[in-house]
């Protein structure tokens, strides 16, 4: 018996390719920093941004700074833009989610959700539409481990006072999360609604997992 649905953030409630994108490209551009040079210092700070080591104010002024190119307006700038992105992802939800969150809290289902996040974007789930619904939410840059790491699902899960087995795992399937999932003991379906060729969304269908085509369908395994 399923008591509980455990979801991913990032391609699977929300995505971002339904808005203009904010990334390191974008970032680069307004800081006047060729691209290659922002990169090597962002992406070289992910896992540490995704376990919470350092946010991502921190890591905007130190690679203004590296760069040579900081002031303050300009670091500002760049904060508040990507804030404001992310934050435009929530206005372009799939229509049936919040259909989907209200069926399910009528059927007494509990709801998780297990996303690595960075801190700006920790900040705006939380103001979000969709977090009142949660009855746990385990954020990687707040727990200090990130998923495919078992432990970040075993927390959620202590703190659903569930077993695997009657938890269903929704997810995108980035990060080898629909493995962790599958390996404890969930049944874990891949999210395809917001699947798009040609973006640079982080992965594809996977054959190794049934799909849900549209987001009222998790209805049919609770």
Not at 12 to 35: K, N, S, W
Not at 171 to 190: C, H, N, P, V, W
Not at 192 to 218: C, H, N
């Amino acid at each position: 018996m399923i008591r509980a649905v455990i979801f991913d953030m990032f391609e699977t409630l929300i995505t971002h390719y339904r808005c203009p994108v904010y990334f390191g490209a974008q970032m680069a551009e307004d800081a006047g920093i060729p691209a290659e040079k922002f990169h090597a210092l962002w992406q070289a700070t992910e896992d540490d941004r995704s376990l919470g080591r350092v946010t991502f104010e921190e890591v905007v002024e130190r690679i203004l700074r590296e760069n040579r190119c900081y002031s303050i307006e300009t670091w500002r700038s760049i904060v508040q833009k990507r804030i404001r992105t992310k934050r435009e992802c929530f206005r372009h939800l799939h229509p049936e989610i919040l259909p989907l969150f209200d069926a399910l809290k009528e059927k007494g289902i509990l709801l998780g959700l297990i996303s690595n996040c960075f801190s700006e974007e920790a900040a705006v789930i939380r103001e979000s539409v969709l977090f009142s619904y949660f009855d746990a939410v385990l954020l990687s840059c707040e727990q200090g481990v990130q998923k495919p790491d078992h432990e970040i699902f075993k927390r959620c899960m202590g703190e659903l006072a569930v077993e695997a087995g009657e938890c269903l795992y929704v997810g995108d399937g980035g990060s080898r999360e629909l493995e962790t999932a599958k390996i404890l003991g969930m049944t874990a379906f891949q999210a395809a609604w917001y699947l798009q060729d040609g973006t640079m969304q982080p992965t594809g269908r996977k054959t190794d997992f049934p799909q849900m085509e549209s987001p009222l369908e998790v209805l049919d395994y609770v």
